[in-house]
């Protein structure tokens, strides 16, 4: 069966409000970064893919089977939602293994299953705590242990790092990357740092439209030659806010150390330097507007 | 599956507060209520009173049924269930002026004479219970009396008290000893006393069964949008009918459990006081009696409960299911019988076989729409949470959007 994810002019339109207009997406096998602002429609198209929104027009198939046809979609997916959360009252072994239940598991796969994703995501010693009790991060690692525990071919996961803590986050993009090596893997986030660590596939989506898609590469070629650093007098950082786009600002005292995108040399203390996804990304939103 | 969520729902149910608040108030009502009902003593010729029965006779139904009317004209409030849910009538004053010339037909008098000689007998019998009457015209035919009732219920419309089996099943009288020997054999040898006595356990129990599990209904219902826990169970494969008929289920045994056990426990010295007394008790009937008179009331309330909370998002259900509750109480027009398809089945008495077993196939339609109206209430919360599964929202969703 083939590994990936066809979406073909998809529109999903609440009343009269457009969320998703005409995207088209293939999503291979490996970590898929979906980026883009707050509203884009990054959390409607997750939901479409996991069968918790109908779409308007259009045609998706995950691994060669439409997404109308909700319980085999259900069946080889894994879903970690953006405000991921369990019952408190129960341990983390029972939360996973109520879900696990939920995903259609027998008893003897949940025995060998249930401890072996917990410690997976490293809460094998916490099994016994209660959900209430939980870290955010914690909570987060159950999130995408429920997700995995049925071996789904497709994992999407929804700003999944929202929230975490420097250590947790970079904990949490590791997992994902571990886990993406024989599945598909979207995520969905408007964390640039997230998707330049760990995904090589990406899509930008802005105003439900795709306005970019390709490798990171791509993205970063958009910028290539354009991102300037320089070192500014203070006073003078509102005048260049102005003109350029700033896409970084260290104050020190009365002077500013700046990183510019411009077509061309800003300024002769201006010195051209390696540009980021970040800067890539800041300069397509820019071109959007 | 279907056997391990189950089993899941019960736990959660046993770790839930409402749970327990349940518990405790439902055992201390029914201890509350049901302490002190012991007095059962077979007849012993000579007495002064032995209790009170439906009487039979043409006379006093026609007495009885007449001065019931002349009070309902003066209130001009009729009490009526036209599809079995209470109904209060008010007549314009054309039709009260026709009502009162169907009693001045029946009794010769005007109302304002009979009106008086209500007051009379209001005042002479100051102490409650009293049987009101209103002697009827000389030469009154029970035939005439019957088209005159007709006649009334055109005016006051369906379900009425003057509908000829209402009328000719509500008109008590003291019974005499013969009468109340021949009650006291039926309960003895037809409800083998524990029955009767776990009659009267599900009139009070279903007085407060009638609200309680609303709150487990709703708890269950909502805890799902409180934990956050909606969307990552709207994704897995299991269908919404597993999630629902497990939770129903899970929820309605839980319900159900004190109050078969409460049954049971209340039950021991009544079974026990009937083998001493000769008579060979039901040891099941704290099963039977509140499985046939309870479980379809707990099913319906739980089941409307989570419908409508799974229909709103909200705790709508409350103040509603409250007020319905509150309603089929005092719709009743007797707390013995008059079942109709009132939610809380009233029997406030220990005894009265004879009287049950004649109302016995009233109740089974009450209880057998009631089981059936869950069943759908059921089957709708299943289809209501696949529509919200699928991008569907609520309703309280939809006033928020338009609130905004």
Redesign the interface.
């Known amino acids: 069966m083939e590994m990936s994810i066809e979406i073909r002019d998809l529109t999903k339109n609440y009343g009269k409000k457009q969320a998703l207009s005409k995207v088209d997406l293939t999503i291979s096998q490996g970590m898929f970064g979906l980026l883009g602002p707050n509203g884009a429609g990054k959390t409607t198209l997750m ?1 479409i893919l ?5 779409k308007t027009e259009g045609e998706v198939t995950i691994c060669g089977v439409p997404v109308e046809k ?2 085999q979609i ?2 080889m ?1 894994g ?3 953006q ?7 129960m341990s983390v072994y029972e939360a996973l ?3 696990a ?4 598991m027998s ?1 003897s796969e949940r025995k060998s299953k249930v401890p072996e994703m917990l410690e997976k995501v490293n809460l094998l010693e916490k099994q016994k705590i209660k959900v209430k009790s939980m870290s955010g991060g914690m909570i987060r690692r159950l ?1 995408i242990a ?1 997700a995995i525990i ?1 071996d789904p071919k497709v994992i999407i996961v929804d700003e999944p790092t929202a929230g975490l803590d420097p250590e947790e986050r970079v904990r949490f993009r590791n997992l994902l990357c571990e886990i993406a090596k024989d599945r598909i893997v979207l995520l969905s986030t408007h964390i640039v740092g997230d998707i330049e660590a760990t995904c090589e596939n990406i899509a930008v989506l802005n105003q439900g439209k795709i306005c970019f898609k390709g490798k990171v590469t791509e993205l970063l070629s958009m910028v290539e030659g354009k991102v300037y650093s320089a070192e500014i007098a203070a006073v003078e950082l509102e005048k260049v806010k102005e003109k350029y786009m700033v896409t970084g600002i260290l104050v020190t005292g009365s002077t500013a150390n700046i990183k510019i995108i411009a077509d061309e040399q800003p300024f002769s203390q201006a010195r051209q330097v390696q540009p980021d996804v970040e800067d890539a990304y800041m300069y397509l939103m820019h071109k959007e507007k | ?1 279907f056997g ?2 189950f089993i ?1 729902e019960c736990r ?1 149910v046993l ?1 839930s507060l409402v749970y327990y608040i349940y518990v405790v108030i439902f055992v201390l009502f029914i201890t509350s209520q049901m302490s002190g009902e012991d007095e059962l003593r077979e007849p012993q010729p000579g007495w002064s009173y032995y209790g009170e029965t439906v009487t039979q006779d043409d006379d006093l139904i026609m007495e009885g049924t007449l001065a019931h009317l002349i009070q309902e004209v003066g209130r001009n409030s009729f009490t009526t269930y036209p599809i079995g849910f209470y109904k209060e009538v008010n007549l314009t004053d054309g039709e009260i002026e026709q009502v009162k010339a169907i009693l001045e037909r029946c009794t010769g008098r005007s109302f304002e004479v009979l009106d008086e000689e209500m007051e009379q007998q209001f005042i002479q019998n100051s102490v409650g219970g009293a049987s009101y009457q209103a002697a009827v015209k000389e030469g009154l035919t029970y035939a005439e009396f019957e088209a005159a009732m007709e006649e009334v219920c055109d005016l006051v419309g369906k379900g009425s008290f003057y509908e000829k089996g209402n009328y000719e099943n509500s008109i008590s009288v003291p019974m005499t000893y013969e009468q109340a020997k021949e009650e006291f054999d039926a309960l003895s040898t037809k409800d083998g006393l524990t029955r009767a006595y776990m009659r009267l356990f599900c009139d009070y129990a279903g007085i407060i069964l009638s609200v309680l599990p609303i709150f487990i209904g709703v708890s269950r219902a909502l ?1 799902d949008k409180r ?3 909606q ?9 919404g009918i597993q ?1 629902i008929v497990s939770r129903y289920l899970a929820n309605l045994v839980m319900i159900s459990i004190p109050v078969f056990l409460t049954a049971l426990l209340l039950q021991q010295p009544f079974y026990y006081r009937a083998q001493t007394m000769g008579i060979q008790g039901d040891i099941w009937a704290f099963l039977t009696v509140p499985g046939i008179w309870l479980l379809p009331e707990i099913m319906t309330v739980l089941a409307v409960s989570f419908l409508i909370t799974e229909f709103t998002d909200t705790i709508w259900t409350i103040f509603l299911q409250v007020a319905w509750a509150f309603t089929s109480l005092i719709s009743a027009t007797t707390l013995v019988g008059d079942f109709g398809l009132k939610l809380v089945a009233r029997w406030n008495t220990l005894g009265r076989t004879l009287l049950y077993f004649s109302l016995e196939k009233e109740l089974f339609f009450n209880r057998g729409f009631y089981f059936l109206l869950a069943a759908v209430c059921v089957i709708l919360t299943v289809l209501v949470y696949e529509k919200k ?3 569907g929202e609520s309703v309280h969703e939809k006033l928020r959007k338009f609130d905004k």
């Not at chain 1, 405000?83 to 009252?89: Q, V």
């Not at chain 1, 239940?101 to 259609?104: A, E, I, Q, R």
């Not at chain 2, 969307?231 to 269908?239: D, E, N, P």
Request: no cysteine; charged share 25%.
């Open positions: 939901k996991t069968t918790l929104l109908k909700n319980r259900r069946d997916t879903y970690l939602p405000d991921f959360s369990m019952y408190g009252n293994d109520y879900l239940v939920l995903s259609g008893k999130g429920q049925h | 599956m391990t969520l899941k959660q770790k805890r934990a956050k826990v969307q990552v169970i709207f994704s897995k494969s299991a269908s999630i599964r699928r991008g």
